[in-house]
């Protein structure tokens, strides 16, 4: 396990927020400067909830919560990585088999859609992605 060199109270809460908010600071690596409106909206482009549901208030809440103890001005605290003691000639299992695994690829769409009864307007958006996509 690795270990926390500076036990600084305010740069593990910045690391933590870095660590537990990963997805708001891959958008933004200084997504703890921006304002409670851009944060909300980065947010929801996450999510993919409305910005005024509770889901989204909660993040946005516990994320200042936690920023209110972060310290950034300083870089990430250095890990120590502890290398396993060899010393007595143990040698780690080898695979069972050496075949090359394939590569698999996915993605993900989120879609906001309109808020409407008009089915029509579903039907279009369904039928459009169905001809540019699922070709």
Do not use: C
Not at 76 to 104: A, C, R
């Amino acid at each position: 396990m690795p270990r926390v060199l500076d036990s600084s109270k305010g740069m593990a809460a910045a690391e933590a927020l870095r660590e537990g908010f990963n997805p708001l600071f891959q958008i933004d690596e200084n997504v703890h400067k921006a304002t409670d409106d851009e944060l909300r909206g980065l947010i929801v482009q996450i999510t993919g909830t409305d910005k005024d549901s509770s889901t989204v208030a909660a993040i946005l809440g516990s994320f200042k919560a936690l920023k209110a103890y972060a310290d950034f001005t300083r870089p990430s605290p250095i890990l120590i990585v502890e290398e396993p003691d060899l010393s007595d000639n143990h040698t780690p299992d080898e695979p069972e088999s050496l075949t090359p695994l394939g590569i698999s690829l996915g993605y993900t769409i989120n879609l906001n859609l309109p808020a409407t009864t008009d089915i029509a307007v579903f039907n279009a958006i369904f039928r459009s992605l169905r001809e540019n996509l699922l070709r």
